[in-house]
């Protein structure tokens, strides 16, 4: 899906699209990209009483430098390097026209005019609220979040760093009670760079954002907009200047590369997916081999470490005991004294909510293997005793003395 940013006639004058003219120029920012370094007004706001600040256009000025909107909704000229402007992502009539969006609805705004605006895809948007955030970043800081397996890509550089090209920074989204957060670092742009809910924004300091569907304004010929501006980090391009060829443009790319894949709604994970697709993206790193002769690198063959992270995307995505034999054994291979990190991702691995059917002996017994060496046996035990009780299937479970024996001649020792 192509995704682009709307250009000078677009935004003024007699030609702008029909939607615009009614919503007007000024752009609403989201408080995620006012944490990533939007240049906002002194408590400008936008036609929906949103605080509104500096966003990209994909047009050229005669100097060549970036045609933007500025917090009062005109004109600006910015140098492409610049990091300190938000991007407002438009949709056109090519994407428009095979997509059926969600929760079409008419807006009014303060002047009485309407406009009308549809859902489609998600983002992080909006920060959590206070007490959100604190259970949020105490569960974060236990690593006791679980992940969904999808992640959003901003830039890591500095805001005012120019010599540096786009450096990704993968940001996981996490779920706490049926919502989504994604949590990202604040780049403030100064001290205007207040969130929705007045906290402003301190450099360094972590905050906490709920992932929200994307509202799109509507007009009549086709294009969306994104009612507010969504991002903010990303240098328009590289060079100095900017002739207005937006397809050749750094912005342009990312919104391709990342954007229009990362927005996209995630398909719940009880869809099934080919083995060789799971390996391939969350295994080919840190196992090799085939069958019963496989080696093990929890630090990444790339130098990219295993973490509970990405050991919770894989077993939100499968219960396949393939997968579950390997998960395991990639844990043993970590050193005693890091394997607790992954306590939870191996109680989680033997829920009853997860299957009907229990994983197999081999399965298990590396489960209690890593649970007695870790000392949270008991937990597992308890956890296999649910099995039993809610599944008719699984008195093999705690009764199959093929299992009871072997458990015996491996911690026969202890």
């Known amino acids: 899906m192509e995704v ?13 699209l029909e939607v615009i003219q009614v919503y007007g120029t000024k752009v609403g920012i989201s408080d995620v990209a006012i944490a990533l370094g939007t ?33 009062y909704g005109d004109q600006d000229g910015l140098y492409p390097i610049i990091r300190t402007a938000a991007g ?23 002047n009485g005019k309407t406009v009308q ?12 609220a206070k007490a959100v955030s604190l259970e949020l970043e105490a569960q974060y800081q236990k690593n006791a979040l679980k992940t969904t397996g999808k992640n959003y890509t901003f ?30 670092e604040g780049k403030p742009y100064d001290s205007d760079s207040i969130m929705s809910n007045g906290t402003s924004v301190q450099k360094g300091q972590a905050y906490w954002f709920e992932v929200q569907p994307i509202e799109w304004l509507m007009d009549p010929k086709g294009t969306w907009v994104a009612r507010q501006a969504l991002f903010a980090g990303i240098q328009f391009n590289t060079n100095s200047g900017y002739d207005g060829n937006f397809a050749n443009t750094a912005m342009y790319n990312y919104l391709q590369t990342y954007f229009a ?24 790193n840190y196992v090799s081999g085939f069958g019963d002769i496989k080696k093990f690198y929890p630090t990444g063959k ?32 970590f050193p005693k004294e890091e394997q607790g990190q992954f306590k939870d991702v191996v109680l989680e ?23 007695i060496s870790g000392g949270y046996e008991k937990q597992l035990n308890r956890i296999l005793q649910n099995n039993h009780n809610n599944s008719a299937d699984s008195q093999a479970i705690t009764d199959d003395s093929a299992i009871i024996s072997r458990l015996s001649k491996l911690f026969s020792g202890r």
């Open 4 to 16: 682009t940013l709307l250009r000078e006639e677009d935004i003024w004058g007699n030609y702008a």
């Open 302 to 333: 790339n130098c990219q470490p295993f973490t509970p992270e990405k050991a919770r995307a894989i077993v939100d995505i499968t219960n396949a005991p393939p997968f579950m034999r390997d998960l395991l054994k990639l844990i043993a291979a």
């Open 117 to 128: 605006i549809c859902e489609y895809g998600t983002y992080p948007q909006t920060v959590a």
């Open 88 to 110: 407002r992502p438009a949709l056109p009539f090519s994407a428009t026209s095979l997509i059926r969006p969600n929760n079409v609805r008419t807006m009014r705004l303060a």
């Open 155 to 184: 830039d890591s550089a500095e805001l005012y760093t120019h010599s540096t090209g786009f450096t990704p920074q993968n940001c996981a989204e996490y779920t706490l009670k049926g919502k989504k957060y994604v949590r990202i």
């Open 261 to 284: 894949k990362e927005m996209e709604t995630q398909k719940e994970f009880t869809e099934t997916l080919s083995r060789s697709t799971i390996h391939n993206r969350y295994f080919s």
């Open 39 to 71: 240049m906002m007004g002194s408590g400008t706001k936008n036609s929906a009483g949103e605080a509104s600040g500096l966003a990209w256009s994909a047009s050229s000025s005669r100097e060549r430098d970036v045609l933007s909107v500025n917090s």
């Open 349 to 371: 691995i033997f829920s009853p909510k997860r299957s009907s059917l229990p994983q197999p002996a081999e399965v298990i017994v590396l489960g209690k293997k890593l649970a």
